[in-house]
């Protein structure tokens, strides 16, 4: 399909998808607003509406808490169609949202709003912006971190965006599934289950639910005693990349405090994502904060560090040697998950196939660190299964057939801002 055609599809998915102030991932599957999923709709709207654009973070802000807290779900309408929905949350809020966070895009987003159009119009929404997002990153820094590691813990796998990676199967099989009680699942009455989590899986989804929704999403205590507490390679690559865009529009704004102190939150956790290096296996890897034990995988999000802008040369040689294995092994990078390991399923969601946003984040950061064959190589293929296949959830890394829902929001940003280049 001509790039022209495909540009028109990509604006009339977010159109269809826009609910006026907000933008759900997909009509059907996933009827509410999302957290990173908005953070990446709104780099697609600035392509051709930058108001709404900024709308579009504006209405993920107004359902932060009074602690800093972005929550992962904002459930402005009700519907019967997503479980588990606000009833089963019960988080008190107005509007009702889950209790758990997700990656933090969206100060980045911010920088590439403000990067379209720096004038005085939209200087005044990045003002009132920005110590929302301050208050959310100094969250992550107070609310997550009780072990003094230096970097956030997640304490669901919802929270890492890539909901059943294995990389939650070890830490995850000590949640107590036991007193979990009935429940629906309707993710599987709209799609095929062999490309979504098991049973089991959602077991622990509802099980960590429930332990939060226990403390009356007391964040900090939630923080320390939850039983699923692991430092995620991806959230803690994405938050050190937010604190430096904010840094950046911080400094922008004249904001001489805020400039202070994301420059020495941006030290500090430099120097911690070391913890997450496994040198035997030669890449960044998530690891147990409460065991301590290193996931010892290598999934897409391995590759954020150059994204991060966590930069060390042997090491990169590592990870790039990484890379070019994966790629000789699939026809389209970036499969989530490393397909050498026995729980590669190219299907099934985080566990192999290839997702339009991880590409662009490891595409963006390969580019800054001056690996620009392989920036080109992933955007390439990313404009290629966009092109054949359609605007879907995810992508067969193996034969490039979309799969997951169709029409998605995230998928159509990431072809207008990034891949049709
Ligand atoms: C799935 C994805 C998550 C995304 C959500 C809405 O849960 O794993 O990353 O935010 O769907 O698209």
Redesign the pocket.
């Known amino acids: 399909m001509a790039r022209d055609e495909v540009d028109l599809m990509a604006r009339q998915v977010l159109r269809q998808n826009d609910r006026g102030t907000y933008t759900v991932?997909?009509g059907s599957?996933?009827p509410f607003q999302?957290?990173?999923?908005s953070a990446f709709v709104a780099m697609g709207f600035a392509t051709f509406d930058l108001d709404r654009a900024w709308c579009e973070i504006e209405s993920l802000f107004s359902g932060q808490w009074s602690d800093g807290f972005v929550p992962?779900?904002i459930f402005w309408k009700d519907d019967a169609g997503y479980f588990p929905g606000p009833a089963v949350w019960s988080s008190g809020r107005s509007p009702p949202t889950s209790g758990i966070t997700?990656?933090p895009v969206a100060a980045s987003t911010a920088r590439i709003l403000w990067e379209h159009d720096a004038s005085k119009m939209h200087e005044m929404r990045l003002r009132r912006l920005f110590p929302k997002m301050l208050a959310w990153h100094r969250w992550f820094a107070s609310a997550r971190d009780s072990q003094h590691i230096g970097l956030p813990v997640i304490v669901h796998p919802?929270e890492?965006?890539?909901?059943?990676s294995p990389e939650w199967d070890i830490p995850a099989s000590s949640v107590d599934v036991s007193r979990v009680g009935a429940y629906e699942r309707r993710d599987t009455g709209h799609l095929d289950e062999r490309m979504r989590p098991t049973r089991v899986d959602y077991d622990r989804y509802v099980a960590l639910l429930q332990f939060g929704r226990a403390l009356n999403w007391d964040h900090e205590r939630i923080g320390r005693e939850s039983p699923f507490r692991v430092v995620d390679v991806g959230v803690t690559m994405i938050l050190l990349r937010a604190n430096r865009d904010l840094l950046f529009l911080a400094d922008k704004l004249g904001l001489d405090d805020a400039v202070t102190e994301l420059r020495s939150t941006v030290d500090r956790m430099e120097r911690c994502a070391s913890w997450l290096w496994d040198d035997e296996i030669g890449a960044y890897c998530s690891r147990d904060a409460v065991t301590g034990r290193s996931s010892q995988l290598v999934t897409s999000a391995s590759f954020l560090s150059f994204y991060a802008g966590v930069l060390d040369s042997a090491r990169d040689v590592r990870l790039l040697n990484h890379l070019s294995r994966i790629s000789r092994s699939v026809k389209f990078l970036l499969p989530s998950l490393d397909p050498a390991v026995p729980e590669f399923d190219a299907r099934r969601?985080?566990r192999g196939p290839a997702?339009a946003?991880i590409n662009y984040l490891v595409g963006n950061g390969l580019q800054s660190a001056g690996h620009y064959d392989w920036a080109e190589r992933i955007r390439a293929d990313t404009r290629r299964l966009i092109e054949v296949h359609g605007m879907y959830?995810y992508f067969c890394p193996l034969s490039g057939l979309g799969i997951g829902?169709d029409d998605?929001?995230?998928t159509a940003s990431i072809w207008l801002h990034w891949a049709r280049q």
């Open positions: 991932p997909n599957v996933y999302w957290n990173w999923d992962h779900i997700q990656p919802w890492s965006g890539r909901d059943n969601y985080w997702w946003v959830e829902g998605f929001s995230w």
